[in-house]
């Protein structure tokens, strides 16, 4: 039988964490909820939920633009995920060493992350302005024809993309906390026996941040999977709904055209593409990442 005390104990702590379970409770778990019971519905906002079944999942099936909006997500998860956590990598390696200021340039280069997303959209808009912008003028410079950037449809998703390796800083930090976790005896054992930089690279730096490679991976297609912000701010899905990306989409259905119950719906699908993707990594990474002391 518990004594007073450790009950005493246990009311003090389930009272500090309400608030939070709370929240958790009240502004995460019921939004979810009334989500997925409104994906099921007809809701306007105005009106009271009609239950429709699963009619909102038959349309989007049909649904032209639903398609389009999948495939520019896609197509921008495969190309800016790996190049974000490239330039992260190398900004990382570059910014991995012992010198005098280097704290400075590591704050430097992760600023951009900082950076509120409608003033850093506003900030692009203006660089890839195709009169007065600087990224034609520095094009102009080189010897190179001036670029479309945001102005049509088929340069305005690459656009995006350079935007967004601007804030390759989040990922640099992770890296940079993954190189100066791995221990210096290694690398002094690998010297010893000979190893080349090139040998020293593969055989332990690459190995020793396979976790770090796996979270990176990880977050990198949740948040690619989940831009927003910055499309709104700059193209708003255009020209010719070419930026139109999933999020977008699910916004303009919700606050545009108030058909919350096609917009839920919309919005279960991506989560359980993120869900099988995300679930894809986990289980393939048993077989490449690699833990200090041999776990997997």
Do not use: C
């Amino acid at each position: 039988m518990k004594s007073r005390k450790a009950v005493r104990e246990a009311i003090a702590g389930y009272l500090f964490t309400s608030p939070v379970t709370l929240g958790i409770l009240l502004f995460t778990a019921w939004p979810v909820a009334q989500s997925l019971y409104y994906s099921f519905t007809k809701f306007n906002i105005i009106k009271k939920p009609q239950w429709v079944g699963g009619d909102n999942y038959a349309k989007l099936t049909g649904d032209a633009e639903f398609w389009h909006s999948l495939k520019i997500t896609a197509i921008f998860t495969g190309v800016s995920v790996p190049a974000s956590l490239l330039v992260g990598f190398l900004m990382a390696l570059l910014l991995n060493r012992s010198l005098r200021g280097i704290g400075l340039f590591r704050t430097i280069f992760y600023l951009p992350v900082v950076v509120p997303v409608v003033a850093s959209g506003m900030l692009w808009k203006q660089l890839y302005s195709p009169t007065y912008g600087f990224a034609n003028r520095l094009l102009e410079a080189v010897g190179l024809p001036p670029y479309t950037w945001f102005s049509q449809p088929e340069s305005v998703l690459p656009s995006i993309i350079i935007m967004g390796l601007w804030q390759a800083g989040g990922s640099m930090i992770i890296w940079l906390a993954g190189f100066q976790g791995i221990p210096v005896h290694l690398y002094e054992a690998a010297i010893v026996d000979g190893a080349s930089r090139m040998r020293r690279f593969w055989s332990i730096t690459i190995p020793m941040i396979t976790p770090v490679i796996f979270f990176n991976l990880i977050m990198g297609f949740i948040g690619s999977f989940q831009v927003f912000g910055q499309v709104m701010a700059t193209t708003a899905g255009g020209p010719l709904n070419a930026s139109n990306f999933l999020m977008v989409m699910i916004y303009k259905e919700a606050f545009r055209t108030l058909n919350m119950g096609y917009a839920s719906a919309l919005a279960w699908v991506l989560f359980v593409i993120v869900l099988l993707l995300t679930a894809f990594i986990f289980r393939t990474s048993r077989s490449w990442v690699h833990y200090e002391g041999g776990a997997k």
